[in-house]
């Protein structure tokens, strides 16, 4: 997750105003400048969870920015890029919550669109040059499906030329924008579901899947088609489920511009509400007082709220039920602790 500062001491109007490049280095919308960062960086208290559907064409920042003006909030952050040709679910975190940002990001995200096989781009979806074109007419949803196959499961993945991936400093889109010559480095990743469900006369195939932390669907069209020997890329893709957040609950930014500031921050779900139905304990006021010294807490097994695993994310609520802090639950221990400030709006319900 990124959280988006407001750190220039400059005003706005003495600000030029700059084209932003999405994190994958391709061509992106405009990114308004940065505005003054107040002393009290959310100065109305607002904390909590807002699903947004990102429309096709904005980069997931464009959205960051624009909720921060529509809440007046300046901590915003998101639990995992979306390509600016994708389309869906961003689960973005509202102030204190940006705390919770390293747990949720690594939760698995579902997706939906259409791949083209036949053709190769630089980019690996729909926006990228053409660098191979090859007829794909003859393929049959038997073939592709039988292909998909073979990427289900823990894999080793190479992600796109045009990605975030740092290899001594330097990300591969700059590598790539320099015309520099190189191979991303593979990496292990697990594809939970991949599915193929309809094939077109024109090599575009519809698809769906269910993928886990770091896993590009860019590359995941692109090595499907290296399988069938065409070729392949994504045509589009939406982003339908990100943890346990569902893109049906969503709302567009053009229903949160139509509505009242006090309306847009009840779109906003508390902190306890979103985290569930992942596993919550409850803590006494010694605890509580433990964990703002930056102390370890014992945790009972039988205190964990829908525990999965003896090692998970848990979040620790008050008698009060104020999420108080977050952290991994290593067997009776909560460890990695995230404390939240004790004035923010964190309530449950």
């Known amino acids: 997750m990124s959280i988006v500062d407001t750190k220039d001491s400059k005003s706005e109007a003495q600000q030029p105003p700059r084209t932003e490049r999405p994190k994958d280095g391709r061509k992106g919308g405009h990114r308004r400048p940065h505005r003054r960062r107040s002393k009290n960086p959310d100065p109305n208290g607002l904390a909590g969870v807002l699903l947004v559907d990102k429309p096709r064409g904005l980069t997931s920042f464009d959205v960051v920015d624009a909720v921060r003006d529509l ?10 890029t979306l390509d600016p040709l994708a389309t869906g679910l ?3 975190l509202i102030g204190e919550a940006t705390k919770v ?3 949720l990001t690594d939760e698995d995200k579902a997706y939906e ?13 729909a ?3 053409v660098l191979r074109e090859v007829d794909a007419t003859k393929l049959t949803l038997a073939e592709a499906q039988a292909a998909a196959k073979k990427f289900v499961g823990e894999i080793v993945q190479k992600p796109p030329r045009y990605s975030a991936q740092k290899r001594g400093g330097v990300r591969a889109y700059e590598r790539a924008r320099a015309g520099e010559q190189f191979e991303p480095e593979a990496r292990p990743v697990i594809v939970h579901a991949l599915e ?4 077109h ?14 896993t590009y669907v860019r590359s995941l069209a692109r090595d499907i088609g290296q399988t069938l020997g065409l070729g392949g890329h994504v045509l589009n893709l939406r982003r339908t489920f990100s943890g346990g957040f569902d893109a049906k609950d969503s709302v567009t930014l053009e229903a949160l511009k139509a509505l009242t500031i006090e309306e847009r921050k009840q779109r906003v779900k508390s902190l306890g509400d979103a985290w569930r139905p992942r596993p919550m304990f409850r803590v006494g006021q010694e605890d509580v007082a433990r964990l703002r010294r930056g102390q370890q807490i014992a945790v009972l097994k039988e205190a964990v709220e829908e525990s999965r695993a003896a090692e998970s994310t848990a979040l620790a609520l008050g008698t009060d039920d104020r999420p ?10 909560l460890t990695r602790t995230f404390v939240f400030a004790p004035e923010r709006n964190l309530f449950v319900g």
């Open 101 to 103: 940002a390293q747990f």
């Open 196 to 199: 193929i469900v309809a094939v």
């Open 90 to 92: 961003l689960v973005l």
């Open 201 to 214: 006369p024109d090599g575009a195939a519809d698809f769906r899947c269910r993928v886990g932390k770091g």
């Open 324 to 333: 108080y802090a977050v952290g991994k639950l290593n067997w009776d221990r």
């Open 127 to 129: 926006e990228g040059e």
């Open 113 to 125: 669109g259409q791949m083209r096989f036949g053709i190769d781009t630089t980019t690996d979806d």
């Open 71 to 80: 809440l007046n909030v300046d901590r915003v952050g998101h639990c995992g």
